[in-house]
């Protein structure tokens, strides 16, 4: 393996290891956690496709909602398992957002993705409660619950996590 290799791994492992501790340690803030939670997730997304190209942003799309959704012992855990392909899609757009658009204007590559973030899980939760709720007995309470995490809210929190992954990767200029 080459050392530029290794340093795109190191990278995205690293970034990954602070999505996930963010992700656990939000089950201990209280209801309103996603608006912590989601902000850094969402940050280091931008980060890890800044800086390891779109590989990095992609597997912590995948694997930061995987990790979390199986480690979750919340009553709603097994619905949002059966609901992660479509966040690790939602982050995934974010992703691709930012790594065509970034180049040429990050502000507008940011807002742009989380419009787009938001449109599909929006979309990809009214559809998943409709159709596939009745199928896995979802409980309406928890229909709810989804919702309203995966509407509005991922919207500001892309958005948030955008601006501080700008905040980190002007800082960071120098060293990626």
Do not use: D, E
Request: aromatic share 10%; net charge positive; hydrophobic share 60%.
């Amino acid at each position: 393996m080459t050392s530029g290799k290794i340093k795109i791994l190191t990278r995205t492992a690293i970034l990954l290891a602070i999505a996930v501790v963010f992700q656990m340690a939000g089950r201990y803030m209280g209801p309103q956690n996603n608006f912590i939670v989601g902000p850094v997730v969402n940050a280091v997304l931008i980060i890890a496709t800044a800086a390891t190209g779109l590989w990095g942003g992609a597997a912590i799309s995948v694997l930061a909602p995987l990790i979390s959704a199986v480690t979750n012992k919340a009553p709603i855990a097994p619905f949002v398992l059966a609901f992660t392909p479509f966040i690790a899609a939602g982050n995934f757009i974010l992703v691709l957002a930012f790594h065509l658009l970034g180049k040429k204007n990050k502000v507008a590559a940011l807002l742009t993705g989380a419009a787009l973030k938001f449109a599909f899980l929006f979309a990809s939760v009214t559809v998943f409660i409709r159709y596939i709720g009745p199928i896995i007995k979802l409980p309406s309470k928890t229909g709810v619950v989804l919702a309203g995490l995966f509407s509005w809210p991922q919207f500001v929190t892309a958005v948030i996590g955008g601006i501080l992954a700008l905040i980190v990767l002007k800082a960071l200029r120098n060293n990626l």
